[in-house]
């Protein structure tokens, strides 16, 4: 991969209070560990896998806002297969395929993943270039963001299906650890993805709301009481 460096400055990937999380997944580690840096290194949250395998584990940990993923990952599923399921769960994920094949191989809709971009790797000159991908795949499918004014429960249609499932967690009462154990998840992991709920839904900034009461009050207005 013939990139270089660039300032943590040069291009903007942080909103305010808001870092993206982006999924790299490549099965050489060299590749893999300097993509993730210069993603970091210019504002990402970047967690590699080494795997289609391995990502699908990570995905629901992660919560990732873009998929950066080769196509040829020495086994199947390849990345066009992780891409097309990660697109079906999460419509709004921003998918970059990196890979060594020729830009016609992926056809005027790359690889069949509507809003994804392709970038060849003798084309990635400069990180720039990269970050760029990201950007234009993140603003094809941008998250809805509800307007100020919507109720809280409208704003469940900005959470992923997995989100949904943890809030309804939320609505039972369960704490952070229960979530973690019925889930399979780290307690970090939770909390990251609490975290996220909260941001989506716009709950957190306002001294007055408490997230969890009115996170838990917008499923339950929405789906009814949990059993």
Known sequence: MPIGTVSSTSVDT???????????VEDQAALRTLACELLTRNGWDATGAASADEAMRLFAEVDPDA???????????????????LHRLAPHLGIVFLSSYPRAAAGAEPLGVAGAVFVSKDALTSPAVLFEALETALSTHPTPAPTVAAPVADKLGTLTR????????????????QIAEASGATVRAV????SRIFERMRLTGDP???PRVAAAAAYISAFGPVR
């Open 208 to 210: 007055a709301v408490t």
């Open 67 to 85: 998929l950066v993923t080769d196509i040829d990952l020495g086994s199947r599923p390849n990345g066009i297969d992780l891409a097309q399921t």
């Open 162 to 177: 997995h989100q949904i499932d943890v809030l309804a967690m939320i609505a039972r009462g369960w704490s952070n650890e």
């Open 14 to 24: 942080v909103g305010a209070g808001w870092v993206r999380r982006v999924l790299v």
């Open 191 to 194: 909390e990251r993805s609490i």
